[in-house]
């Protein structure tokens, strides 16, 4: 074709004629890049809407290899307990799910409009968050290597870019707020100073050669943007109070000292996306992260999941396993335990008392977290922030902005994504103080305008929500304990994060279901 053809003559074809490659070239040079999308949408070149719908381009790869027949009973509707019976229900068994709660998902939680959040000793909240507005009161973000987006691509669930870090962001530590470009810009230049200079003098001769000298201080010119005596004093990079446009913008004030810099404590927002877990890109996915426990469900099948059923007694026995809850009691071949360890511990049983130590062991960590709801999104209109976290030492911890419906009416932070004792503290108030406390905070960043025009707002404390209690536990050591746990206790299994390396994550329920599952297949295949 001639438009694929390079040069003038093939823009105009060979007689002079006008091509829809150099029609398009000339309505983008005149009316820009959304003229010519325009252009191409008319002339059936690109798509007049995109399409929403989302299904699963193929199967998992984990798949256990083999049929089997037996029945399993799996105490707890979680990520870990649904995983379990979604791939045990593809291997062909007969399972079935007790859940105490009134509903699947355990800590997968998203809350909307016309939701009602209950907790132990504390008031009920009514939920009257607007249309299409949803509050992750659990996890909130999905890293790209991790065996969930495996699952949200198998099962249908279409994700989003979570964004994680931004440099628009703030830092808040010492009564002082800046932005996180600023503290980074800062944080890099001084540490960046500091090792040119001690290069540059020698002081680094024992170990880095000459040539390895040179790279080096090329390396950290860079890094740091410092100047051609080594010296870092402020950067574009740190921003502008008015950014460049029609002229050169105002930058910024001067940084203040290294030790200003370092008493400022600004340090911690450098970090937060260092670790294997925060890198970026991370995502999420579309519509709340209870999206996965809807799909699940959906696969494993509502009539299969008993909720409002407690376990309070669990028997193995020679040729099954006998579980009784509130709604009577059930017989299994095999039995997947998916709840919470220190939950488990308290139960009655016959696993012994290793067992029961074992499962004790871990400690149940606290955890807050509260969703704004705004009538008017400040945060993108005045601050210019689209996503992302802002890091503060103040009680609160963290502030997410939401990372989707950009530019809508209105929209939901979390106000604040706390744990220990700072999660203790707003536990131990009312919904309405701990909402109260929250804009105090929030406001010693955002000003007046971050108590203005809320609309309405959910908090919850995980280690008062029933039948969970926690929002993940603590090992002191992956000792004798875990890896006793990883193992069955006669026909009984156990699976959840607390069992894995990635302890607080969907991925390290998913991953320890998987394994539980393959143990109790394999047992299956090589029974008589």
């Known amino acids: 074709m001639a438009e694929k053809s390079s040069g003038g003559a ?8 006008l091509t829809r490659r150099g029609l398009l070239v ?42 089997g027949s037996a029945k399993v009973v799996i105490l707890g509707a979680g990520v870990a307990g649904l995983t379990a019976a979604y791939e045990l229900g593809k291997a062909g068994y007969d399972c079935t799910l007790l859940e105490a709660r009134p509903k699947a998902g355990g800590r997968n939680l998203s809350l909307r409009g016309g939701d009602r959040l209950t907790e132990l000793n504390g008031p009920a909240q009514d939920v009257t968050f607007g249309e299409g507005v949803y509050f992750n009161a659990g996890p909130g973000r999905i890293a790209p290597w991790m065996v969930t987006l495996d699952y949200c691509r198998e099962l249908g669930v279409p994700i989003e870019t979570f964004v994680n870090n931004n440099a628009a962001a703030y830092v808040h530590t010492n009564g002082r707020t800046v932005r996180a470009r600023e503290a980074r810009a800062d944080m890099y230049g001084y540490v960046a100073e500091l090792l040119a200079k001690a290069t540059d003098l020698g002081a680094l001769d024992r170990v880095v050669s000459k040539n390895d000298q040179e790279t080096l201080l090329d390396f950290l010119r860079r890094f740091g943007d410092l100047g051609p005596k080594l010296e870092y004093e ?39 996306d260092f670790g294997f877990e925060q890198a970026t890109p991370m995502f999420q996915p579309v519509g709340g992260m209870d999206a996965i426990v809807t799909k699940l469900v959906e696969a494993v099948g509502q009539d299969r999941i008993k909720t409002g059923a407690k376990v309070t007694k669990i028997t193995t026995l020679a040729d099954g396993v006998e579980v009784v809850h509130t709604g009577g009691s059930i017989k299994a071949d095999y039995c997947v335990a998916a709840l ?13 008392a290793q067992v029961t130590a074992a499962l004790a062991t871990p400690v149940p960590a606290a955890a807050g977290k509260i969703g704004l709801e705004y009538g008017r999104r400040w945060w993108e209109r005045e601050d210019r922030i689209y996503g992302g976290v802002t890091e503060t030492d103040l009680d609160i911890t963290h502030i997410w902005y939401p990372s989707h419906g950009y530019h809508s009416e209105r929209g939901l932070l979390v106000g604040y994504y706390n744990t220990d004792e700072n999660a203790e503290l707003y536990a131990a108030l009312t919904p309405e103080d701990r909402r109260r406390r929250a804009l105090t905070q929030g406001k010693k960043i955002h000003g007046e305008k971050y108590r203005q025009d809320v609309l309405s707002s959910a908090s919850i404390a995980w280690e008062r929500q029933e039948h969970i209690q926690g ?16 193992r069955p206790a006669g026909r009984v299994y156990f699976a959840g994060d607390w069992l894995t390396h990635l302890i607080a994550w969907q991925a390290g329920a998913m991953e320890s279901a998987r394994g539980a599952v393959t143990q109790l297949h394999q047992r299956v295949l090589q029974s008589p």
């Open 234 to 272: 402020g950067s574009d990079r740190r921003g502008f109070t008015k950014f460049p446009a029609l002229d050169a913008g105002a930058p910024v004030p001067a940084p203040g000292s290294l030790h200003q810099i370092l008493a400022a404590g600004t340090g911690r927002a450098i970090t937060s």
């Open 471 to 486: 929002a993940w536990v603590r090992w002191p050591s992956f000792d004798s304990s875990f890896t006793l746990l990883q």
């Open 340 to 352: 919470p360890p220190h939950l488990l511990a308290k139960i009655p049983h016959n696993l012994g």
């Open 26 to 67: 000339g309505i983008g040079a005149v009316g820009g890049a959304g003229a010519m999308y325009a252009a191409m949408g008319a002339l059936g070149l690109a798509p007049a809407e995109q399409d929403k719908d989302f299904t699963a381009p193929r199967t998992g790869d984990f798949t256990l290899r083999g049929k």
């Open 10 to 17: 093939a823009e105009k074809g060979g007689g002079g004629a």
